[in-house]
C-alpha cells in the first residue's frame, strides 16, 4: 500500500501520516517527488489503517500494491532513482560504463587496465578479488590482496571501482575498498548476503540470475531495499535457455520491461550475455538504444591469457576503445549523453 500526499501537505503534516502509520506496527518508507510525496507501507497492515488514511487531512490517495515488491516499484517511486557516487550519476541522462578485467592477476595488470578504461572515457573500474567458479579447481581470485590493488589503480586513475562480493562476512572489507558492490548471478537469491547489503549505504549492482523472471529478480532487490540501501542497481547479463553458440542469451527486452515495473537503474553486460568477444559490440550498442543506464564490458590487455579463462568474451583496449567512440556517437541518438573527458587509446 502507497500513500500519496497533496503538493500542500507540510513536512510537519508528513511526519504525523508516518507516524500514525508506524502505530501499526509497519514501516513508513518516504519517497519525495517535485511535486508530491509518496509513503510506502511495507508489512501487513490493519484492513482498517487505509480507511483511517483516507480521512487525514493532507492526503490525496491510499493506493494498494499488488505487487510482492513494493521499494523497488515505480508504483512507489514514480521518478527514475539516480545515484550518486562522488562526481558520477547513475540513472541519470549519461551513460555510464563499466570496464576492466574479470579478475585482478597483478598490480601491474590492473593499473595498466585502468589506465586504459580511464583513457577511453569509462568511469568506473571492474574487478573481481573473489571469484565465484563453476569449478573447484579454477582460479578463484586473490582475495583482499587484489582489492588493495584494484582500490590503488582506481584512486591513481581517477575511475570509481566496482568488485563482487559473495558472502555477508566479506561485506564489509569489501565495502571498505570498493565504491560499488557487486552480486553476482549464482548469488542473487543469496538472502543472507543480500540482507548484509541493506544495511550498508554502498550502492549494490545486482546481477540477474540465470533462470530468474522478472519478479524474481525485483524481489531480490527488495531485499536490500527494505534493508535501509536505497542504492540498488539492477544488471541483466543473460539467462540460460537451449542456445549453445552463446554462453547465455542477453534479454534486451529485460531493459524497457525493468524500467517499466521499476525506478532503479538498469546495467546490461554483454560480455558476460553472449560469452563471444565479436558479440559484445553490437549488444553493447543494442543495450544503449533499449535503453540501458550503463554498461559494464570486460576488458583485458592479454585476455588469451586472462587466468579466469573468460578472456573469450573480454575486448582487446582498441576494441574498447572503439566501442566507447562508437557509443559517443549514438548516445545523442537515443536522447543520452556519453562522457567526453576522454583521451582514446587505440593500443
Do not use: W
Amino acid at each position: 500500500m502507497i500513500v500519496i500526499t497533496s503538493n500542500k501537505a507540510s513536512e510537519e503534516r508528513i511526519a504525523e501520516i508516518v507516524s500514525h502509520i508506524e502505530k501499526h506496527g509497519v514501516q513508513a518508507h518516504i519517497s519525495k517527488g517535485e511535486d508530491k510525496t509518496v509513503i510506502g507501507i511495507i508489512g501487513k497492515a490493519d484492513p482498517k489503517l487505509a480507511e483511517q488514511l483516507r480521512q487525514m487531512s493532507g492526503v490525496e490517495q491510499v493506493v494498494k500494491i499488488s505487487k510482492s515488491y513494493k521499494l523497488a516499484s515505480r508504483d512507489f517511486h514514480p521518478a527514475d532513482s539516480v545515484i550518486r557516487i562522488k562526481d558520477v550519476e547513475i540513472g541519470g541522462q549519461e551513460i555510464v560504463i563499466m570496464g576492466g578485467p574479470c579478475a585482478v592477476e597483478s598490480n601491474d595488470q590492473i593499473d595498466e587496465i585502468a589506465r586504459l578504461v580511464k583513457a577511453s572515457g569509462a568511469q568506473v573500474l571492474r574487478g573481481g578479488a573473489f571469484k565465484p567458479r563453476t569449478g573447484p579447481y579454477s582460479f578463484q581470485g586473490i582475495g583482499i590482496e587484489g582489492l588493495e590493488m584494484m582500490a590503488e589503480a582506481g584512486k591513481k586513475h581517477g575511475l570509481l571501482t566496482i568488485t563482487e562480493v559473495m558472502t555477508p562476512e566479506y561485506v564489509d572489507v569489501c565495502a571498505q575498498y570498493a565504491d560499488i558492490l557487486q552480486v553476482g548471478t549464482r548469488n542473487m537469491q543469496n538472502f543472507d548476503l543480500l540482507r548484509k547489503l541493506g544495511t550498508i549505504q554502498t550502492p549494490v549492482l545486482l546481477k540477474r540470475g540465470f533462470s530468474a523472471t522478472y519478479d524474481e529478480f525485483l524481489n531480490a532487490a527488495e531485499y536490500i531495499l527494505a534493508g535501509g540501501n536505497p542504492n540498488v542497481m539492477l544488471c541483466e547479463r543473460g539467462i540460460r535457455t537451449f542456445e549453445t553458440y552463446t554462453r547465455n542469451t542477453l534479454d534486451l527486452a529485460a531493459i524497457p520491461a525493468l524500467q517499466t515495473l521499476s525506478h532503479l537503474p538498469v546495467i546490461s553486460d554483454p560480455s558476460h550475455g553472449t560469452g563471444r568477444r565479436e558479440l559484445v559490440e553490437p549488444m553493447s550498442k543494442a543495450s544503449v538504444a533499449a535503453g540501458a543506464n550503463g554498461l559494464i564490458v570486460e576488458m583485458h590487455t592479454d585476455p588469451d591469457n586472462s587466468m579466469t579463462g573468460d578472456g573469450v568474451q573480454s575486448l582487446f583496449p582498441d576494441q574498447f576503445a572503439k566501442l566507447m567512440l562508437d557509443l559517443e556517437k549514438l548516445a545523442p541518438l537515443v536522447g543520452r549523453t556519453f562522457n567526453t573527458n576522454k583521451n582514446y587509446v587505440f593500443a
